[in-house]
Every structure is written in structure tokens, then in C-alpha cells.
């Protein structure tokens, strides 16, 4: 059994543990709620973007943009979304896995790849070409910069480089439950479940092709931008659960040791009386 100054230090080490994860739990908690909010207000926004689009392409069936409809060029880019931290539990793991899946089941076409993300970056550059990496991004995510990149590749699926752009990454459902995701960027396709009402009572100048040029863009930077709000929203949830249950862990093993301490103090006193008993019987005689 181990000697009572161990167990104290062991007790103190798990418990300088355990306010750590706390404080973290309680850190990802803030971050979360400010996250969840971002999103929540960017729905509305984006849903009727996307159900505008929608409606007026299937209004133009004859419409035509280098940004739409199906290509056929050598190569496609996959954009992985991963974090720049970790203690996140799976969160960065899942999608790693995910992004190898996917480059071994299209080993026979030339994919590029691109992480967002230096946890994804580190890990998937070891067995595969990185073509860039944004993971800068997360150190102040906003809408200008967002687009800013999107813009890069958008000229570059536009000039015949790429036939398709997707992009994997944890889409958030709750703070303990995030989804693998891959949603295809370019070329834009229509989702029939997006639709918005009474678009009859739009009036469009100066006329439905040129709106659609302007908007189709737009809607994937929105897109990639809704995307990485998403994965930062449930990076937080995934670090908030983990840190919770690391808590939890802390705080039972700490249990534990003070048990073990308190039955080790236990028998060193009985151990202690003994000798002394011992001692004064050998005294008598």
C-alpha cells in the first residue's frame, strides 16, 4: 500500500485537476452560448437566401453559370474542418477519420486537400499533401475573411481546376452531439426544402439572371461561413462535454484515493497501538 505522503500528493494533484476542467467546462459554456446565438441569427438570413436562389432557378430551367450544373474536370477539393485546440474529446478525431475515408474511397482521381483547423492540419499532413491550410481563420472568424477565401476557390472551381468543391466538418445539433457533415460548395445544387413563400410578390430588377449571379456567390461564401460556425459552436459543446466529464472522473478518483488514505491512516494507527501495547506487555515482565 502506498505510504500516506504519496496518497496526499496524489489527492492534491487530482484536485488541481479537477478545478482545471472545471474552469475549462465553465470557459467552453460562455463561448458556446455566444456561438449558438451566432448561428440561431444567421438562419433566417440564410434560409431565405437559399430559398430565394432556389425558387428562381426553378423558375429558369434554361439558366446557365459556370456556377452551377455538373463538371468534368480531373481533379476535385475537399475542405476538412477541424479545430486549433484540443480536449475536445472526438471532435477532431471523428473528422480526421472522416477526411481519410474519403480520400481513400476516391484514390483513383486526384483530390486536393485543403484543413482548416492545425489539429486536422498536423495529423492529415503526415500521410497526405496539404494544398493550403486556413487555420488561421479560427483566431478571429468573421464573415470578411470567410469570403475572402471562398472567393479564392470559387475562381479557381470557375477556371476548370476542380468539378466539385465539398467541405467536412462537425455540424452541431447540442453540446454533446455534433454530426459529420459533407456538403458540396460548387457547383451549387438545388434543395428542394428550400423554399420560402409568396415569392410572387418579389419584383426582380434588374432581372432574375443578374440577381442570380450576384446571389449564387454570395450564397456559397454563406455556405462555407455557416459551415465553420457550425464546427466553432461544436468544438465548444464537444470541449464543454469532455471537460464535464473529466470533472466527474476527477472527482471519483479523488473519492477513491481519500478512501484508500483514510483506511492506509487507519491501519498505521492500529499499527502504532500495537507497538505500543506490545512494548508495555515486554515492560511487565
Not at 109 to 119: C, F, H, N, P, W
Not at 135 to 142: A, I, Q, R
Not at 167 to 187: E, G, H, R, V
Not at 218 to 239: D, N, P, Q, T, V
Request: proline share 2%; net charge positive; glycine share 4%.
Amino acid at each position: 500500500m502506498a505510504n500516506l505522503k504519496e496518497i496526499r500528493s496524489r489527492i492534491s494533484s487530482v484536485s488541481s485537476t479537477m478545478q482545471i476542467t472545471q474552469a475549462m467546462k465553465m470557459v467552453s459554456a460562455a463561448k458556446l452560448k455566444k456561438a449558438q446565438s451566432v448561428i440561431v441569427s444567421m438562419r433566417p438570413y440564410s434560409e431565405n437566401l437559399f430559398g430565394v436562389i432556389t425558387d428562381i432557378l426553378k423558375t429558369m430551367p434554361g439558366f446557365s453559370s459556370p456556377l452551377v450544373g455538373e463538371k468534368s474536370h480531373p481533379k476535385r477539393l475537399l475542405i476538412s474542418i477541424t479545430s486549433n485546440r484540443g480536449l475536445c474529446g472526438g471532435f477532431n478525431s471523428n473528422i480526421i477519420k472522416a477526411t481519410k475515408n474519403y480520400l481513400y474511397d476516391n484514390g483513383d482521381r486526384e483530390v486536393d486537400l485543403v484543413t482548416i483547423g492545425k489539429k486536422g492540419n498536423d495529423i492529415l499532413s503526415k500521410s497526405f499533401t496539404i494544398a493550403n491550410d486556413h487555420s488561421n481563420l479560427f483566431e478571429n472568424l468573421d464573415y470578411k475573411l470567410t469570403s475572402e477565401i471562398a472567393d479564392k476557390y470559387i475562381s479557381r472551381f470557375v477556371s476548370g481546376e476542380y468539378d466539385k468543391i465539398e467541405i467536412i466538418y462537425n455540424k452541431f445539433k447540442n453540446a454533446a452531439t455534433q454530426i459529420i457533415s459533407i456538403d458540396t460548395l460548387l457547383p451549387y445544387r438545388i434543395n428542394d426544402s428550400e423554399k420560402i413563400e409568396n415569392l410572387s410578390d418579389y419584383i426582380y430588377e434588374p432581372n432574375k439572371s443578374k440577381i442570380l449571379d450576384d446571389l449564387i456567390p454570395k450564397g456559397i461564401k454563406i455556405m462555407l461561413y455557416k459551415a465553420l460556425r457550425e464546427s466553432f459552436a461544436s468544438e465548444h459543446g464537444a470541449r464543454m462535454t469532455a471537460m464535464h466529464k473529466a470533472t466527474d472522473n476527477a472527482a471519483e478518483l479523488a473519492d477513491q484515493l481519500k478512501l484508500t488514505y483514510n483506511k492506509a491512516r487507519q491501519a498505521s494507527i492500529t499499527n502504532e497501538i500495537l507497538e505500543i501495547v506490545g512494548g508495555a506487555e515486554a515492560l511487565k515482565k
